[in-house]
């Protein structure tokens, strides 16, 4: 099972424009047309697989929010980091 994050640890590491909710982190992106976050939506669903970490993607007229969290450890790991740093670069 992968560790979890010490709560230090997690506010060193949050990737930019990230932010902590409880056992989650989370960043709503932002487009500016609804069919731009359908395609940011589908290439975040390929690095999940990429990853084998499938994150809850919510998408919204020209808004797609992204929650990440290891639920087999009960809350944020450096794979949900790396994850969210992923989604960052194809953003």
């Not at 989650?24 to 690095?47: C, H, M, N």
Request: aromatic share 8%; with cysteine.
């Amino acid at each position: 099972m992968t560790e979890l994050l010490s709560d230090d640890a997690i506010a060193a590491q949050l990737p930019e424009d990230w932010e902590r909710d409880g056992d989650e982190i989370v960043r709503t992106y932002e487009f500016d047309a609804y069919l731009d976050g359908i395609g940011f939506a589908a290439g975040a669903g390929g690095l999940a697989e990429q990853h084998w970490h499938h994150p809850e993607i919510h998408i919204s007229w020209c808004e797609v929010e992204v929650r990440l969290t290891t639920h087999d450890a009960g809350g944020i790991t450096a794979k949900d980091m790396d994850l969210a740093e992923a989604l960052n670069e194809i953003y």
